[in-house]
């Protein structure tokens, strides 16, 4: 069911304020950067080995990583899953009684159709079901 660890998401007040820890000390590539209207978000996505980190920074206090930064401080927002053919994933776990944010996929960051596990349903971690259209997800230079 599950491919891979595709990114972890990290809640951040600012790129700007963040993104030479990232790049200057832990010496990670920035990918790119873009925003993502649909949640209120401008992203930062670096590479670290296999996997990616995704900064996120709220560009609105309606957005729900300002509401998380709010609650809770900047910090290890979500951890996404990497599958195929989400809207079956999405149907497995509801039948395993498995609380879903998304009840079907929508629109993420990178071209990404993506659906949020419920936290309480998964022993408070927040879980993001991540379906991407290019397998290779080559979007270096497009900063």
């Given at each position: 069911?599950i491919?891979?660890?595709?990114?972890?998401?990290?809640?951040?007040?600012?790129?700007?304020?963040?993104?030479?820890?990232?790049?200057?000390?832990?010496?990670?590539?920035?990918?790119?950067?873009?925003?993502?209207?649909?949640?209120?978000?401008?992203?930062?996505?670096?590479?670290?080995?296999?996997?990616?980190?995704?900064?996120?920074?709220?560009?609105?206090?309606?957005?729900?990583?300002?509401?998380?930064?709010?609650?809770?401080?900047?910090?290890?927002?979500?951890?996404?899953?990497?599958?195929?053919?989400?809207?079956?994933?999405?149907?497995?776990?509801k039948?395993?009684?498995?609380?879903?944010?998304?009840?079907?996929?929508?629109?993420?960051?990178?071209?990404?159709?993506?659906?949020?596990?419920?936290?309480?349903?998964?022993?408070?971690?927040?879980?993001?079901?991540?379906e991407?259209?290019?397998?290779?997800?080559?979007?270096?230079?497009?900063?």
């Open positions: 069911m491919k891979k660890v595709d990114h972890i998401g990290i809640a951040v007040t600012s790129l700007e304020a963040v993104l030479p820890f990232y790049t200057e000390v832990l010496q990670l590539p920035l990918l790119r950067i873009e925003e993502v209207e649909s949640q209120q978000v401008k992203v930062a996505f670096l590479q670290a080995g296999e996997t990616k980190l995704e900064l996120l920074e709220p560009m609105s206090q309606e957005s729900a990583v300002a509401k998380f930064i709010e609650k809770r401080g900047a910090g290890i927002h979500h951890v996404a899953l990497g599958v195929e053919s989400i809207q079956q994933r999405i149907a497995e776990l039948e395993q009684g498995i609380r879903m944010i998304d009840e079907s996929p929508r629109p993420g960051a990178g071209g990404a159709n993506i659906a949020f596990m419920h936290p309480k349903a998964a022993a408070g971690v927040l879980f993001e079901l991540c991407k259209k290019d397998k290779g997800d080559n979007h270096n230079g497009h900063l």
